[in-house]
């Protein structure tokens, strides 16, 4: 990973055209490829980013550049579409890298956990015909939570949340593209599962093609009689 603490401005056009001015700002550069610029402030969001596959370009800049100040001009290009995130660094108070090695992935509190082991076991809340491949699926950026395969031998990744929100669907998508890439599992299709989904997340999941499923989680461990309500 390389964290780069400059001074820049940048501007992403594509599917939507965005313009961050000139500020002092941090700079990640992942072993994936992905490209993220970050403030101060924001939480864990950074202002901008590009997701991989990606192609990140460092060249000088031009003479109208190098006399507004700037030093180096990052192309970040996106290898399947037309976005493209140009940044201008002018100073650099910071630049190093550093070996993170494979991490293990989030460790699932004990009710994600336990749906994933109940989902597992009761594979056919996907559809009747659906067959287990295999929990803990490991990729290159972590592991997909279950893998399986629908009665047409397609393969489906499932990511499971408690509380399903547009963090779950970005990290789903981001497994998808790196999934889909193996030959040996393309076309791969997503599921995202949990027991609450936030209605944003179930737009952005649509829009991208994701299956969302809302479990039940008593009903899953038995515990709900599902014969005796009511409604």
Known sequence: MRL????????????????LPLATRLLVVKADGSVLLHSDGGSYKPLNWMSPPCTLRVAEPDDAARAR?????????????????EI??????????????????????????HLQELLAEQIALLGDGHTLVRREYMTAIGPVDIL??????????????RRGDIDGVEQL?????????????APVRGVFAAQEIKPQARVLATDRGITCLVLDYDAMRGVDDVESRLF
Request: charged share 25%; with cysteine.
């Open 4 to 19: 780069v603490v400059a001074q820049c401005s940048a501007r992403y056009t594509g599917r939507l055209t965005a313009h």
């Open 69 to 85: 100040g700037v030093t180096a001009v990052w192309t970040v290009q996106h290898a399947k579409s037309d976005d493209r995130l």
């Open 88 to 113: 201008e660094l002018h100073e650099v108070v910071h630049d190093s890298s550093h070996e993170l090695g494979v991490d293990p992935g989030l460790v699932k509190d004990g009710v994600e956990a």
């Open 148 to 161: 399986a395969r629908d009665p047409a031998g397609g393969t489906v990744a499932v990511e499971i949340k």
């Open 173 to 185: 998508t981001r497994y998808l593209e790196l999934l889909n890439r193996d030959p040996l599992l």
